[in-house]
């Protein structure tokens, strides 16, 4: 046995020890010795990825649902940089991921030998941390090798959580025995525990700091919730009923769909239209828990109009206020903070001469939805399908044991104004973090597999473009994704940006027109297509794909041209309403 093999089987059995359930791997021959340790370990779950990029969002996707790093194996050369896009994301958004990259040995670098490029701190800052031990041998100790996995999956979730980068020079041959004909003397122990057992570090809850800020809350406030722990969720949920202020729920929050998020203002967004009596309302406090909020209105309203007390709760020491008007931030564990907040509200008998406005903004937020039923309900007849409509539909019939995975530019954006409140409780998630639109197939599938649900995965053509190879991954994978594609026939998000009054330039610059559709590429992986065309058709296509537990594609034909007019028409049925409660 060499000392490649060896340190393939240990570094993988050392992973597994640790409850690695994912092992996304991309053929190459440098990666050998990690590749074939995969395939020889019962325990190591391999994701088999034809492409790095596709495979690094697959993982990203994964660790998402699970929480737990999953772990990427390349070759060397341009294949680790193709993992550069996923990292960045994981970085943004906190997501444990474990990059092992295979290298040519120092011998070959800088000598123009073929695959060889410098693969030192290739992430620069996007992770937690680089090592590189050096060529396996007899020079690097077994107890280090371990020692150095060990500390490497910690780092992916401590005292931040993201990416770790470890790079392995491997020499030729990957098979053979070793240089002196020995055998390697050092075997893992039996017991199947970690060479390494590392204590889960744990936050002090600065208990006098929630006592204070429970006591001296204002009558008037506002509970803003952005991407928070899914573990959490329940305890989020108590702390919005007890406190019970006006609840804004982002998107990502996993709060923003379903009914179960007590006092939520499903509408927020419409109602902090600049036009609208409703931004002006005054409140005195935001307490903002957890990741930065979708809302450019909201975001906005920070900035110009900003509450005299305003908290951000988060389970990190990182900047994310971009509005730079939060005073006080508590850096506490988010599910510990709502349970111990929740108790000292119980305890609280104090009474306001103000009372919260909670119903003001329930009453006003019927409104939105009611003028959003009307519209909806007098277009689903209509031959062209418009976005606001299908994501209104979609958003409602949803079935509760799927999952709802949001792509970025325009899709986003319009389930965060018009999903509707009436649907199921799904887990949801998005990339948000850099908000790039690469690789978002590749992340529903992983997602999909980490959660072991069915996904229901909606985005723009430019992104199902972006990421055609990740079809085959819809095609394999074993439970049910329904891919849901806006084709606008360019970059709709675009049509809302003053540019696009520059026609001269817009519509070639901007706009990138195409003439593609998506059957060629799903009848190609022989997945079923759709091409409904009116709502009422979408939804019978859509049920019926998720009663027969398959994988299905539907392609919604819209005009982006007609977006803006669509908002605005909408906009100005929603100026002329009444908010003000009778």
């Known amino acids: 046995m060499n000392w490649n093999k060896c340190w393939g089987e240990w570094i993988i059995e050392e992973l597994v020890r640790h409850d690695t359930e994912c092992f996304c791997i991309s053929p190459g021959s440098r990666s050998t010795p990690l590749t074939s340790a995969v395939a020889a370990n ?29 772990v990427l194996i390349c070759t060397s050369g341009t294949a680790a940089a193709n993992y550069l896009p996923a990292v960045i994301e994981a970085s943004v958004e906190q997501i444990p991921l474990l990059l092992m990259t295979a290298d040519r040995p120092p011998e070959l670098q800088d000598t123009g030998a073929n ?64 240089d002196h004909g020995k055998k390697v003397q050092y075997k893992l122990t039996s017991d199947k525990k970690t060479y390494v057992r590392n ?63 007590p006092n939520r203002i499903t509408y927020y967004d419409q109602l902090l239209y600049e036009e609208l009596d409703t931004v002006n309302w005054e409140t005195e406090a935001i ?3 957890g990741f930065p909020p979708t809302s450019k209105r909201w975001l906005t309203c920070w900035v110009q109009k900003p509450a005299p007390q305003m908290v951000w709760i988060a389970d990190h020491s990182e900047r994310h206020d971009q509005s730079n008007h939060f005073r006080w931030k508590i850096e506490t564990d988010i599910d510990e903070f709502c349970h111990y907040a929740v108790n000292v509200l119980k305890l609280e008998k104090k009474k306001y001469k ?28 209509k031959k062209q399908i418009d976005e606001f409509c299908l994501v209104r539909r979609l958003t409602e019939i ?28 799904v887990a949801t998630a998005l990339n948000r973090g850099a908000s790039g639109i690469d690789g978002l197939i ?23 473009i972006h990421d055609l190879n990740s079809f085959k991954m819809i095609a394999e994978s074993e439970m049910p994704v329904l891919l849901v594609i806006i084709n606008n026939h360019g970059g709709g998000i675009f049509s809302f940006l003053p540019i696009s009054r520059q026609k001269e330039m817009f519509e070639m610059f901007y706009g990138t ?3 593609l559709d998506f059957r060629a590429i799903s009848e190609m992986f022989e997945l079923e297509y759709h091409r409904p065309e009116s709502i009422n058709s979408f939804e019978e296509a859509f049920l019926m794909s998720t009663q027969k537990n398959k994988s299905a594609v539907f392609e919604i034909i819209t005009k982006r041209d007609q977006n803006p007019k669509q908002l605005d028409e909408f906009k100005k049925k929603l100026m002329k309403c009444d908010f003000r409660p009778k």
């Open 199 to 261: 204590s889960v570090p744990r936050k002090i809850m600065p208990v006098d700091e929630i006592k204070e800020l429970i006591k001296n809350r204002p009558g008037s406030g506002i509970l803003s919730i952005g991407r928070v722990p899914r573990d959490s969720l329940d305890s989020v949920r108590m702390l919005a009923a007890e406190l019970d202020w006006p609840v804004f729920a982002d998107i990502t929050a996993g709060l923003r769909l379903g009914n179960k998020c």
């Open 513 to 515: 027109p195409h003439n």
């Open 398 to 425: 949803i079935p509760e044991d799927f999952a709802f995975f949001i792509g970025n530019s325009l899709p986003v954006r319009v389930v965060d104004m018009f999903g509707s409140g009436k649907g199921a409780d």
């Open 115 to 178: 695959q060889a490029v410098n693969q030192t701190h290739l992430f620069g800052t996007h992770v937690r941390w680089y090592f590189d031990p050096g060529c396996p041998g007899s020079e690097f100790s077994a107890e280090a090798l371990l020692t150095t996995i060990d500390h490497a999956i910690f780092k992916t979730h401590f005292p931040l959580s993201g990416p770790v980068h470890l790079n392995f020079p491997f020499r030729e041959p990957f098979f053979d025995i070793d």
């Open 287 to 289: 307490w903002h828990i």
């Open 442 to 464: 590749a992340s529903a599938c992983g997602y999909s597999a980490g959660l072991k649900q069915p996904v229901t995965l909606l985005i723009g053509d430019l992104s199902a």
């Open 354 to 381: 103000r009372k919260s406005k909670k119903e003001d903004w329930l009453y006003a937020s019927k409104i939105v939805e009611n003028l959003m039923d009307e519209h909806i309900n007098s277009n689903v007849e």
């Open 42 to 70: 019962p325990r190591a779950n391999a994701v088999i990825c034809y492409d790095e990029r596709a495979a690094a969002y697959y993982a990203l996707g994964h660790a998402r649902a699970t929480g737990l790093p999953a």
